[in-house]
């Protein structure tokens, strides 16, 4: 059974692989840090809409899996998950203003403090108290979060399942249209 209370993976008939939840946000981490210094030493519109874009996607989807495994598996996680889940609500209304083509410098900050947070105190006690098979299931269901994830900011729809997981891909659809009929660049690698 799960730590988790993940549903069971479909057996294989050897083991469990895949990219687990430390390796996935850890890469996720990396990316928003270039991006984010890159935007401060040479701003443009287009950086500025990738930034955007990526940092609202990775916000969502730890809202909907890592902070409630956090919940869930860490002795304290409650008080960790609200901490984190208010930083990113601050984040999400910094990025608004971003958008508007203000506060680069305040927000690379701001990722920088975010990547900091969760590399050195909830990542690495997360690792420490949950198996590796659900720690791949948890990285699984960020990676498909992160595509069905909002491209802009939502400060004021729900961070918490289930409804996030309800209202999210809802508004990206929304996003993704608007993406689409302004030519609007959302993925690092577009750049």
């Known amino acids: 059974m799960s ?3 993940l549903p069971p993976l479909p057996p294989t008939g050897g083991e469990i692989t895949g990219r687990n939840a430390i390796d996935v946000l850890g890469e996720q981490h990396r ?3 270039e991006l984010c210094d890159r935007l401060v030493a040479h701003p443009t519109r287009k950086l500025r809409d990738v930034v955007v874009a990526t940092l609202s996607r990775h916000l969502s989807a730890e809202e909907q899996y890592l902070y409630p495994a956090i919940r869930q598996a860490v002795p304290g996680g409650d008080e960790l998950a609200a901490r984190e889940l208010a930083e990113d609500k601050a984040l999400l209304v910094l990025l608004q203003r971003v958008q508007k083509g203000r506060d680069f410098e305040e927000l690379s900050a701001a ?3 975010h ?12 690792t420490q108290m949950v198996p590796i098979e659900d720690l791949i299931r948890v990285g699984n269901r960020i990676e498909v ?3 069905a994830a909002p491209t802009r900011p939502h400060p004021a729809t729900p961070s918490n399942p289930p409804w996030n997981k309800v209202v999210d ?23």
């Not at 990547?115 to 997360?126: G, I, Q, R, T």
């Not at 891909?169 to 750049?191: F, G, H, I, Q």
């Open 169 to 191: 891909p809802v508004v990206a659809v929304v996003d993704k249209v608007r993406d689409v009929v302004t030519n609007r660049t959302t993925y690092p690698s577009d750049l």
């Open 31 to 33: 990316e928003l840090i």
């Open 115 to 126: 990547v900091a947070a969760d590399s050195e105190e909830l990542l690495p006690v997360l």
């Open 3 to 5: 730590a988790l209370n």
């Open 145 to 147: 979060a992160e595509e």
């Open 111 to 113: 990722v920088h403090r």
